[in-house]
């Protein structure tokens, strides 16, 4: 039996990786083609993998074709995928001795020398060569590779520059995916709403494009707020995405945001309308849940309350609310330097330095203090005296 692995993360499948498959299957003799989603691929960072169930589902929805086999074997044998291993079980498993096809990019192709027992892997597979980018010179790849005994063939499949990462991002932007992916496959993403997450540097490219925002301070409140959490044994990870996200909307005009808090009819005080600087707490928590896709409700409350504070604040919550007060970067060091000694005895300490402060602040400036402010300080300062 003739075959040949595709092998890769299709996180997700799309209409470059169903090119090579058709283009192949048409230039070449194979009995069988098995596509093998990784579990764990070496070469990647896995934040943003789907699941390995909804990897496999969007593969099968996508190919229906006799010589066309999805095959679990990695995801199965979980841990991290080593292509060596694999070919070995799939020739085991079809009693082949000789060797076996192999699909592979220009791109991969270029880094083989680091791949698991790549020695011994070339002994095992010829090569089906697929041109990921046209500027690649094969000959000159293989060469440089200088592997012995390593056999490959070209394939003829016509470039197409599309990649799994762009069709995420454009999932993420909302963008048309017509283009890019199988019909099935869309409609499988949208009714899972997979890749919705985005990396923090990506939340930063948005903040600075989309809303105007000074990072300078957020990414200080993440950091800061990171630190804290680790300290306090509760998710960084969360505190760094709270943090960052806090101010997403403060840069916005006074108008603009009175505008988005009434357009979405966003859930605010009366006080907090008395008082629009504070308005970007809850709207930013309304733009964290609906452009950002974020649906942790702590994360929600951290942002949403970081400015105003709140009773029975959560643990993240109070991380977040301190970090926007005290981090090093952008906090004016007097003010800093007196709510830090109090941090060594507790979160509620140092959250009711900072309320003493405030109220200390607001009455020599003359402004009305809210009663909301009034309960949630005293409320703080009786922890604190416990």
Not at 178 to 206: C, G, M, R, S, W
Not at 240 to 267: F, N, P, Q, T
């Amino acid at each position: 039996m003739k075959i040949c692995i595709y092998s890769g993360t299709f996180n997700p499948v799309h209409n470059a990786h169903i090119k090579v498959i058709e283009g192949i299957l048409e230039e070449f003799d194979y009995d069988k083609i098995i596509i093998i989603p990784n579990n764990i691929p070496p070469h990647k960072n896995n934040e943003d993998i789907a699941s390995a169930y909804d990897r496999i589902e969007m593969l099968r929805l996508t190919f229906d074709n006799p010589k066309i086999e999805i095959s679990d074997i990695e995801l199965s044998r979980g841990g991290t995928s080593y292509s060596f291993d694999t070919v070995k079980a799939i020739k085991e498993q079809y009693g082949i001795t000789e060797k076996i096809s192999f699909v592979l990019g220009t791109d991969a192709l270029m880094g083989l020398r680091s791949w698991h027992r790549f020695e011994d892997f070339t002994k095992e597979v010829d090569f089906v060569i697929v041109q990921r980018q046209h500027d690649y010179n094969v000959m000159q790849i293989l060469l440089n590779l200088n592997i012995e005994g390593m056999t490959c063939i070209m394939a003829k499949v016509p470039f197409l520059d599309i990649s799994s990462s762009e069709l995420r991002a454009s999932i993420r932007k909302n963008s048309e995916l017509t283009p890019l992916t199988h019909p099935k496959v869309i409609d499988y993403i949208k009714a899972k709403n997979l890749y919705q997450t985005y990396t923090f540097d990506e939340i930063i490219n948005i903040l600075e494009t989309e809303f105007q925002s000074h990072i300078e301070h957020s990414v200080a409140v993440a950091e800061f707020g990171a630190r804290l959490a680790q300290e306090y044994e509760t998710d960084d990870t969360k505190a760094r995405i709270a943090g960052i996200l806090h101010d997403c909307v403060k840069y916005l005009s006074k108008e603009k945001i009175i505008e988005m808090v009434k357009k979405y009819h966003v859930d605010v005080f009366d006080h907090e309308m008395k008082s629009p600087r504070t308005l970007h707490g809850p709207l930013g928590a309304y733009i964290a849940k609906t452009r950002f896709k974020i649906e942790d409700e702590d994360i929600l409350n951290a942002i949403r309350f970081h400015t105003i504070g709140r009773k029975n604040m959560s643990l993240l919550e109070k991380i977040v609310f301190l970090a926007d007060k005290i981090e090093p970067v952008t906090r004016e060091e007097e003010f800093r330097t007196k709510i830090t000694p109090e941090l060594k005895k507790g979160l509620d300490y140092a959250i009711a330095k900072y309320y003493e402060l405030l109220l200390e602040k607001l009455t020599k400036e003359g402004i009305e203090v809210s009663d909301y402010t009034k309960e949630v300080a005293d409320y703080f300062q009786k922890r604190a005296a416990v």
